[in-house]
C-alpha cells in the first residue's frame, strides 16, 4: 500500500510541475507577442509620422500637382525635393525600411532621395520586376489609403517575404496633394523581429480589424475561421493560436506547435521519467513477488482445473465418437419399449432432438443381394446407409440400426403440419430402391402405422417388422395397414409376449393397457377368430400373465396379501375373458409398482458404489446395465441428483478410503492401490496428490513429523 501511496505522489507531482512548466511556457510566448506587437505598431506610428512631415512640405505640394516634366519649375522641384529626402532618410533609421519612395499620381512619377523618373521606367529598369506584373503594381499604388496599407512586394519581384507599407497623404483639405509614399521593409529584419528565436515552425499573421489579412511571416498555414476563448487562445489541428488586438485594432496572431510545450519540459520529463520508472521497476519487482508467493496455490489450482478440463473434453470427443452408437441404443431401447421411467424416455427423446408437434414412420428395411455373395460387408454397409441418409433424411434427424447383415430398423420423423408425409416417404423409399437396385441389391421395407405417441414406438416397429415379412417383389414399400391378416392364426408372436411381460413386471400400466388394445384390434377387430382360435390366443396370455405373477415378491402387509390372494383365484379360473385377464394385468402392475425401485434410483446406485467401489472394472456403464439404465441417462441423472460427476464421486469414496488407512498407520502402500480398485500404482498416486495436494507416502508420514517437531 505504501508503495502504490509513493507511486501516485510522484504521479501527482510530475503533473503539477508539468503544467507550471507549460503555462510558463506560453506565458512568455504570449509577452513575446504583446511585445512585437506593440514595437510594429510604433514602428507604424513612425511610418506615419513620417508621412504628415511630407504633407507639410511646400515643395512637395507643389511638385505633386506639376502634370509632367515639360513643366518649367518641375526639374527644379523634383530637383530640390530630392535633396530633402536625403535629408529625411536620417528619420527612418530607427525602422526596418530599406527603401522609400513618392508616387506622384498627378505625373506618374516615382521621386526617390537619388532619383525622379516615370513610373514604368522605374518599375521595369531601376528595380527590374516583373513586366507582366506592372499593372498590378501601378494599381496598387493608385489604390492606396490615407491608413497603412500592406502589400506584397514579391508578387513584383519574384522574390518572397518583401513586404511595402503604402500610405495616401492626398488629405481631404485644399491644396490636394496626390502623393502616395511607399516604405519598403527588411523582409529579414522583419521576420527576425516578429518571430520567437529558434522555433521552426512558428509564424505570425497581422490582420485587419474586421479580420482581413494584412501580411504574415514564417511558415503560415491557412486559416480556418478560429474562436478564441477568454485568454484569446485558439487551436487550429496540431497548432496553438495566441492573438492580441492593438489599440488601433489590428490584430496579431502567433502560430505555434502544441508540441514546443513538450520541448520546454523535455529535461524535467526525462529526469522524472527515469525516477519513475525505477520506482515502477522496484515496486513492480516487489509486487511479481508477493504475487508469486499468492499465486501458487492458485497456479496449483489452474493445473487441476486444467488437467480436469482436458479430462473433460477428451470425454467429451470419446461421446461425440461414439454418438451414433449412443443414438442407436436409445432407439433400440425406445423402439423395445424397455424405458425404465417416464424421466428416462423424455431424456433420450430430447438427446435424438425428437421436440415438438412431430409424428413418426418405423421402416424395417431389408437390402438382399441376390446375384453374387457380398466381396466386402462393410462397402455394403456404407452404401445402404449412405444412401438411407440422402433419401430419408430430412427436417428431423434420421435414426437407424443394423439388425442382421442386410436389415435395418429406420424412424423417420415429420412434422405435424406434413399431411402428404406418407407420400412422401413411399416416394422416397421407392427412389431408394431405384438406387440400390443399379448397385445390384433388391431393397424393401415394411412400414408400421404412423405413430403420433412416442411412448407407443414399440408398437409402430412390431407392426413394420411384421409387415417387412409380406412385401415381395411388386411390393417394395408394404404399410402394415394395408396387411391382409390371416384369419386362421392368432397374432401373439413371443416379441409381443415379451414386452407385456416387461411391462407389467415394471408397474408400467399404460403400456400394459396400450398392449392389450393392440392385440385385442389384432385378433377380434381385424382378425375375427373364430373361438377355439380365441381360447388358444387367450391361453398363451395366461401363462404370460402367470410368468410375471411368479415374479411377485411376497407381500408386506395383509391387504396385500388379499388381494394377491384373490388374484390368484382369478389367474386358476378355467375359463377367463379378454376383459378379466387384462385386469389382472393391471392388477399385477400394483403389484410390482409397490416393490419397485424409487422413482430415481440414484440412492440404489450410491449404496452400489459404497459397497464396490474396490471392483477396478467398475465403470458408468457396468452399473448402468446393473440398474437397466443407459449410460449417458445414468450419468445425466448422477449429476443432477448428487451434483457431483459419476467418476469424482467414485473417486471421492477410493480417496475417502485411502486416507483413513493411511492416517491409521496400518497400511501397506504396495498393495493399497489395487486394495483401492486402481489398476496401477502411478495412476493412484496421481490422483491422490490431485486431490489431497500431497503423494500418499507424505500424509503417512505426517503424524510421525510432527511428534518430532512436539519433541
Known sequence: MFLFVCLALLVIIGFTYDSRVRDSYWQQQRSHLTRVSSGMESQLQLMSDYSLQLRTDTTLLRLSNMHDETDANYVLAAYRMMQSLTIRQYGLISLPVIRSTLYLKESNHILTSSESVPAELYYRRTRSFRASEYENWLAAMESAAAKPTFVDYGQFSGRSGELAVLMDISGAQLPSMPVVVAFELDGSALREYLLPENIADAAVYVLSADGTPLFSVGNAVALSPLTFDANQTAFQGEYRILRRVSPSGRQYLLLLPNSLANQATGQFLRIYLLIFLAALVVGALVIIQLIRRAMKPIRQLTTQLDEAEDANAQLQREIDTQRPVINA???????????????????????????????????????????????????????????????????????????????????????????????????????????????????????????????????????????????????????????????????????????????????????????????????????????????????????????????????????????????????????????????????????????????????????????????????????????????????????????????????????????????????????????????????????????????????????????????
Open 329 to 711: 441404443s436409445y432407439l433400440r431401447k425406445l423402439l423395445s419399449g424397455h424405458v425404465a421411467s417416464q424421466d428416462e424416455f423424455q431424456y433420450m427423446m430430447e438427446s435424438l432432438g425428437l421436440k415438438g408437434n412431430i409424428h413418426h414412420y418405423v421402416l424395417f428395411c431389408v437390402a438382399n443381394r441376390q446375384d453374387s455373395e457380398v466381396a466386402d460387408p462393410k462397402a455394403e454397409y456404407d452404401t445402404i446407409t449412405e444412401a438411407l441418409e440422402r433419401h430419408l433424411s430430412g427436417a428431423y434427424p434420421l435414426y437407424y440400426y443394423a439388425t442382421l447383415f442386410g436389415s435395418f430398423v429406420v424412424l423417420v420423423t415429420y412434422a405435424n403440419s406434413d399431411a402428404d408425409s406418407f407420400s412422401t416417404l413411399q416416394q422416397h423409399v421407392v427412389q431408394l430402391h431405384d438406387e440400390l437396385a443399379d448397385a445390384g441389391l433388391w431393397f424393401y421395407a415394411g412400414v408400421g402405422s404412423r405413430c403420433t405417441q412416442p411412448s407407443r414406438l414399440w408398437e409402430s416397429y412390431e407392426q413394420a417388422r411384421a409387415a417387412s415379412r409380406y412385401t415381395a417383389k411388386h411390393h417394395i414399400f408394404l404399410p402394415y395397414d394395408f396387411i391382409r391378416k390371416d384369419t386362421q392364426s392368432w397374432y401373439y408372436p413371443i416379441e409381443i409376449s415379451a414386452k407385456l411381460l416387461h411391462f407389467i413386471t415394471t408397474g408400467n400400466k399404460d403400456q400394459t393397457t396400450d398392449m392389450f388394445a393392440l392385440i385385442h384390434r389384432e385378433n377380434v377387430e381385424e382378425r375375427s377368430l373364430p373361438l377355439p382360435l380365441l381360447n388358444m390366443l387367450l391361453s398363451d396370455l395366461k401363462n404370460t400373465l402367470f410368468k410375471a405373477r411368479f415374479q411377485v415378491l411376497p407381500p408386506q402387509s395383509e391387504e396385500m396379501a388379499a388381494k394377491l390372494k384373490k388374484l390368484d383365484e382369478r389367474l386358476y379360473s378355467p375359463s377367463p375373458t379378454f376383459a378379466q385377464l387384462e385386469d389382472d394385468a393391471l392388477c399385477l402392475c400394483e403389484f410390482f409398482v409397490k416393490v419397485s425401485s424409487p422413482s430415481t434410483p440414484i440412492p440404489d446406485v450410491e449404496r452400489y458404489l459404497q459397497e464396490n467401489y474396490t471392483d477396478p472394472s467398475l465403470c458408468l456403464s457396468k452399473v448402468g446395465d446393473r440398474f437397466n439404465i443407459s449410460d449417458t441417462y445414468l450419468s445425466h441423472m448422477f449429476k443432477e441428483k448428487t451434483g457431483q460427476n459419476f467418476s469424482v464421486y467414485l473417486e471421492r469414496l477410493r480417496m475417502n478410503e485411502a486416507a483413513r488407512r493411511l492416517t491409521s498407520g496400518d497400511c501397506n502402500l504396495t498393495v493399497l492401490y489395487a486394495d483401492l480398485g486402481y489398476t496401477n500404482p502411478t495412476s493412484f498416486r496421481r490422483a491422490f496428490k490431485k486431490y489431497y495436494g500431497m503423494t500418499p507416502s507424505e500424509m503417512r508420514d505426517q503424524p510421525r513429523r510432527q511428534e518430532e517437531k512436539s519433541e
